[in-house]
């Protein structure tokens, strides 16, 4: 097992150390300078697009919402790497990869823009609602098939498999903490109750995320401003805390900025997965009138995972005092954070966060393995078994080793990451010319603009939705 981790970490120190570093935030740059900072400059336009598609579906029809669409994706992005992930990191990088992870947000969410607007545009129809994802711009946009099998691939492992032992890893480290929980009765209720709720499909899903999500978020999001406001006056001490480690000259010297800088990268991308091609499977499931209204909304998703929720969980450790010498690491360091705040009502309520994050996690991760297990193959039998090897993988989560399940997923993480920004980085002018579009029809005084594919004559035979 020592040989196997070994070999996991040299391959992720490679990938993480140049390779994706490289890639993201030039992608994350060049497509904030050729989209004008969208994700900034139409903010407004986000969460009016979000309100307005509250609960609207086509009347007859059962495609999903772009707000449940929102909560599904959601549901994926908040999850152990809020809580356990953003501990992690400043327990290995120090207080300086908040800095990191702003950062990967702030630039990454033109990213997430991009991916999540190709996806509309080359949905498809199926049977009870729209699929699409990276696997079929590959197909349908580079008109490279192999390419969005590998995606398909790889997004199923990395999702349906490594993703969610991590998931049910950390809820039992979470409840073992808190209550004594035995981790194998824990594995067991999660497998029971996750095949329970993905053998419903995508509507079942949907539902579930739309409730789930919204209470577990305000109600976190409400417990640290609340930490926030009692340690108000330390606030600016935090944050040049935060700041100062991520460039200070101290932290240069000892090899920690560079830390800093691997960690918060590492872990917001887990966190938000801004240009990893995930959010894009459930972004393509939305019934919107054109692509950029859900590629919006996907961008404010990353903005609530990562500026809101993650903060949260970074200043509750940090205004807490807590020990960041790595004696207490992944979720157990937020629990101990908010033990100290609190008392210890703060450890049974991150027990009870950490199971609605991760769960939640683990339903709508399941979703984005389902939906390019579809698209490599229609039969049924491969999808119950896959299904069920979902539910394998959660069980063997609760019981391996934190450090096996994090390096599982960053490894099945960085390569299909790669494959997505590669084929973002060659389609992106589609969705430059769908943006200029939808601003287009904004300033002509259309509130609410609509896509028609005779617009862009070369994706006529392609975009088969429009």
Not at 251 to 265: K, N, S
């Amino acid at each position: 097992m020592e040989t196997l981790n070994a070999w996991i970490s040299g391959i992720n120190d490679l990938l993480w150390s140049y390779v994706l570093i490289i890639m993201l935030l030039g992608c994350a740059c060049w497509f904030t300078l050729k989209t004008r900072f969208v994700q900034f400059r139409m903010f407004g336009e986000m969460l009016r697009v979000l309100g307005d598609s509250t609960g609207k579906v086509h009347e007859g029809e059962k495609h999903i919402s772009s707000f449940q669409a929102f909560a599904v994706s959601l549901a994926s992005r908040v999850g152990t790497g809020n809580l356990a992930g953003v501990a992690t990191a400043i327990a290995v990088g120090g207080p300086g990869a908040v800095f990191w992870m702003w950062i990967i947000a702030l630039l990454g969410s033109a990213s997430a823009f991009v991916e999540s607007t190709l996806a509309q545009l080359y949905k498809r129809k199926a049977k009870d609602s729209f699929i699409g994802g990276p696997a079929y711009y590959m197909r349908y946009g580079l008109g490279l098939n192999w390419m969005g099998v590998l995606f398909a691939v790889l997004i199923s492992v990395t999702f349906g498999f490594a993703f969610n032992s991590v998931q049910s890893n950390t809820i039992c480290a979470a409840l073992q903490g808190s209550f004594g929980a035995d981790p194998n009765v824990i594995g067991t209720l999660l497998t029971v109750l996750t095949l329970a709720i993905i053998f419903g499909g995508i509507q079942r899903i949907a539902q579930v995320s739309s409730l789930i999500v919204p209470i577990m978020a305000l109600g976190y999001v409400a417990l640290a401003l609340g930490i926030v406001l009692f340690n108000i006056t330390e606030l600016p001490a935090v944050l040049r805390q935060i700041v100062g480690s991520a460039f200070g000259w101290e932290q240069a010297a000892g090899g920690t900025a560079g830390a800093a800088l691997m960690q918060g990268i590492k872990r917001g991308l887990f966190s938000n997965e801004a240009g990893m091609g995930s959010a894009p499977n459930v972004a393509a499931t939305a019934s919107v009138t054109h692509p950029v209204k859900q590629g919006l909304i996907q961008t404010l998703g990353v903005f609530t995972d990562t500026l809101l929720i993650c903060t949260c969980t970074a200043f509750i450790i940090l205004f807490s005092g807590a020990p960041l010498d790595g004696s207490v690491n992944g979720v157990q360091l937020t629990q101990h954070a908010l033990t100290l705040e609190v008392g210890r009502a703060g450890g049974t309520f991150v027990a009870i966060a950490i199971f609605l994050f991760a769960f939640s996690s683990i339903i709508g991760n399941y979703y984005y393995g389902e939906a390019n297990i579809r698209f490599i193959t229609p039969k049924k039998s491969v999808l119950y078994l896959y299904r069920l090897a979902v539910g394998g993988m959660v069980m063997f989560g609760a019981v391996a080793s934190l450090e096996l399940a994090w390096s599982l997923a960053d490894i099945t993480m960085a390569f299909m990451t790669i494959c997505n920004l590669v084929a973002i980085s060659l389609l992106g002018k589609q969705a430059f010319r769908l943006l200029r579009d939808y601003t287009a029809q904004k300033r002509g005084g259309t509130k609410s603009p609509v896509f028609d594919k005779n617009r862009l004559p070369e994706l006529k035979d392609k975009a088969e939705c429009w």
